[in-house]
Structure formats: structure tokens, C-alpha cells
């Protein structure tokens, strides 16, 4: 009989996220993120919104909360402009190496809505030095995630109207149509440097319209098809989120 594992420090938590109609859940293994993948928010950022090839950063396992029902997040330390991304989620089932575009869908186990919660302050001063974006995008509590829908249980979302209010008012509206690089292309190209594995997930990118919230704002975002997610932003907890 094999002895059982004995870590020196105790073990990291396996973070997961609800699948919509089942038991099961979806171990999550990395976050990939797409950056300005819609023309008008790249114009909003400043960027030229031309076709170049897609660009990613990253956010660990623990960035996730599970908001399959209506949650609260605490506002994050050291940021005095925490914005809002609202953006469809794609979960990755079956890994592969330099996936053909032609069948990148077939890697895909489904979708959810997400938020990429964003210290912009950090981001932007981060960006302008050269430095990498890991505090303005990589903290704890940075995406909330509502329930992934099964691709056999509802096929592919590929248009969809996408939006984000908050306290009732539309701040974000789109349709993840309007992506620069389509969710098989946006697999395809990052599978030619990572291979992909089962449990990563990929934030396709949010449209113009992000914006700051405050402690006691109400986040609310939807895709058509998808489970809508509710966000409220609580008081700064001591040492930021937790």
C-alpha cells in the first residue's frame, strides 16, 4: 500500500466552478485572458484596434469565485479605480498542442459569463512603465464566474448579445460577435505556445464601456443563453480580499 502524501505546508485549495443542470463541477487548472479583443475597447484603451495577432495574460486558479449565485466581492487594497469587464468564458475539457482552428471547437467543454475585475490604476501605470499587469489584473476575487453551460447541452456561442449594468443602469452592450479573434481562433493561436489541458479556462476579452465601482455598486452581467451573474462590491475587507 503506497503511504499517502505528506506536504510540508498545507495544500492549495482545488478551485471550482458549478455547471449548469448538473452535479459535477469544473476543476479549474489556469485562466488565460485575452486582451482588447473588441475594436471599440481597444479605442477606448487607447490602442489601435487593428488585427494584430491576440495577445494574453494570466490569472491563477485563485482569482476565481464561483457566481453561479448572486455574491459579493470585497473592493481590492491599493486601487482607487476598480473597473469592471464583462466577458465570455470558454472551458477547455479535451488539452492539445498547436490545435488546428478547424478544430479548436472540439477542445471546448462550454461557456459561462465572467468578470475581469481590474485595479485600472495599477494596470495603466504598470502598462505605461513596461512592467507586467499581474497587480492591476491577478489578485484574489478578480473573476467572478456564473454557471458553465455544457457545449452538448446548449452548442456554441458564437453571437450573443453581451452586457453589463450596474445598479440598473447598461454600462457595457455588445455582441460576442463583434470579437476580433473568434473563440476557435483565440484556442488555436494560444494552443502554439501552451498546450492547452483540461481545466484551463479562457477569457475571450470585454467591449467598450468599462468603468470604475464602489463599495455597495451591484454588478450585473449576461450573455444571451448563459446564466446571468450578480456581483456586489463590499467595503474594503482588512488587507483587501481575502
Not at 487593428?50 to 486601487?79: E, G, H, L
Not at 476579452?205 to 456586489?232: C, H, K, Q, S, W
Request: aromatic share 8%.
Amino acid at each position: 500500500m503506497t503511504n499517502p502524501i505528506e506536504f510540508a505546508v498545507p495544500a492549495a485549495p482545488i478551485y471550482t466552478l458549478t455547471v449548469h443542470g448538473r452535479s459535477q463541477r469544473f476543476p479549474v487548472n489556469r485562466v488565460f485572458c485575452v486582451g482588447r479583443n473588441y475594436a471599440a475597447h481597444a479605442r477606448e484603451m487607447g490602442k489601435d484596434p487593428d488585427r494584430d495577432p491576440p495577445f494574453f495574460f494570466m490569472k491563477p486558479a485563485s482569482a476565481i469565485v464561483d457566481a453561479a449565485a448572486p455574491i459579493s466581492v470585497s473592493y481590492p487594497s491599493m486601487t482607487s479605480n476598480y473597473q469592471y469587464e464583462v466577458e465570455l468564458v470558454v472551458a477547455i475539457d479535451k488539452g492539445g498542442f498547436e490545435i488546428p482552428v478547424a478544430q479548436a471547437l472540439e477542445h471546448v467543454f462550454g461557456y459561462a459569463v465572467g468578470l475581469d475585475m481590474t485595479r485600472r490604476d495599477l494596470q495603466l501605470a504598470a502598462r505605461d512603465a513596461g512592467r507586467p499587469w499581474e497587480f492591476g489584473k491577478s489578485f484574489s476575487d478578480s473573476a467572478p464566474i456564473g454557471a458553465l453551460h455544457t457545449v452538448a447541452d446548449g452548442g456554441h456561442v458564437d453571437a450573443a448579445a453581451i452586457e453589463l449594468t450596474v445598479n440598473g443602469t447598461v454600462q457595457q452592450s455588445s455582441n460576442v460577435a463583434k470579437l476580433i479573434w473568434s473563440t476557435a481562433e483565440c484556442i488555436a493561436h494560444l494552443s502554439r505556445y501552451e498546450a492547452l489541458r483540461p481545466g484551463d479556462l479562457i477569457m475571450t476579452g470585454t467591449p467598450e464601456g468599462v468603468g470604475p465601482v464602489l463599495a455597495g455598486d451591484m454588478m450585473r452581467g449576461r450573455i444571451d443563453g448563459l446564466t446571468e451573474v450578480f456581483v456586489t462590491v463590499d467595503q474594503q475587507a482588512k488587507g483587501g480580499a481575502q
